[in-house]
Every structure is written in C-alpha cells, then in structure tokens.
C-alpha cells in the first residue's frame, strides 16, 4: 500500500503539514511519502507559457506521485477562502496532463485553520469539485482553532472527538 501525502500551501511552518503528518502517522504498514508542495514550484500558469514551453517536468512528477499511489491525502490551508495560490498552480499545470487529476484514487481531504473557521470554505469547494477531478473520497474533516486541538510538542490531535473522526477516516480510506 502506497499513501501519498501533502498539505496545500507553501508555508514550511504549516500546520496543515503536521496535520496531515499526523494522519499519515495513524497507518500501519504502508509505503508513505510525504512531500513538500516547494518541490512541485512552476511558473504561474498560462496558455500561452504552456504553447511556448510545454507543460513542466514538476506537473508531471506530481501527477506520476498519484498514478503510483494506492491512496491520497491532502490537507488544505485557505487563503481568503479558497485554494492557497501555490497548490492551485501545481493543481492547474496537473489538470493539463489530465483534468482527471487524481486518477480514481480513494481521497482523505483535511483542512486546518487557526481560527474557528477551520479553512471550511476550501474543504467543501474541494469535495465538491472531487468528482470533476476523478477523485474518491473517503473521508473529510476540517479541524478549526488548530492550536487548542493539535499538541504541537507530541504532534497529535487532543481533541478526543476530532482524534477518533480522523481514525476512523483513515481506516475507510484502507479498506
Ligand atoms: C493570504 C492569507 C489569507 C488567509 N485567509 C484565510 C482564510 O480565508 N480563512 C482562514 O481560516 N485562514 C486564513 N488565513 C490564515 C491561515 O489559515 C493560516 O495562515 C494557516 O496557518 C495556513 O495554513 P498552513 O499553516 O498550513 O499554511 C490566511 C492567511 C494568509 C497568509
């Protein structure tokens, strides 16, 4: 079992990528790679750079990393309610190789905010654009004021109710 995983920002502080870290950390016995969306960076995108020069290697490594992946999770920061600009740049120059960007595969889609909002407004424009995308989703949870529901020293979730929402959301997205 291969899981492929990544928070949907740039920020090397992000706590979309403890997060998700720590959701990849509730799987047992699989292959898990984690990436960093810095290593996915590309021109913005446009038709006319895509005419001029092709769609860049990076789209493609992105796109390979869910071909070979049994399963995905994101988890989404929000910026001003909706995608942060650098995963709809990676996810734009994606769609070009496919709009089937996730290519079937069972889908886990979290979000984190620091405020009570939980970057809900992102969450649900991603589960409903899922099925344009070709994605399975298995599972989705926001998790809002983020400092008071995550210990950032054990890198874990202590709100008991969201722990047990998010386990149970990764065990449906094994089976
Ligand atoms: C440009 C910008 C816009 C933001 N807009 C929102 C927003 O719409 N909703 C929200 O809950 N938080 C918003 N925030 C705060 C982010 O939720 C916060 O920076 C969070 O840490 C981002 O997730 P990350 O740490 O995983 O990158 C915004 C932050 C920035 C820098």
Known sequence: MKVFAFAATSSRQSINKQLV???????????IELIDLNDFEMPIYSTDRETE?????????????ITHADAVIISFAEHNGTYTAAYKNVFDWASR???????NKPMLLLSASPGP???KSVLTQANASAPFFA?????SLS?????????????????????????????????
Do not use: C
């Not at 190789?97 to 290519?103: G, P, S, T």
């Open 21 to 31: 870290q720590y959701a990849t950390s509730l799987i047992a016995n699989a292959d």
């Open 53 to 65: 020069h092709g769609i860049p290697d990076a789209a493609q490594r992105f796109f390979d990393k």
């Open 97 to 103: 190789i496919n709009q089937k960007v996730f290519q």
């Open 117 to 119: 909002g939980g970057a």
């Open 135 to 139: 994605a399975q989703v298995k599972g």
């Open 143 to 175: 998790v809002p004021s983020f400092y008071d529901n995550f210990d950032m020293v054990s890198g874990k979730l202590n709100n008991a109710q969201l722990n047990e929402q998010l386990t149970a959301q990764v065990k449906a997205l094994l089976s």
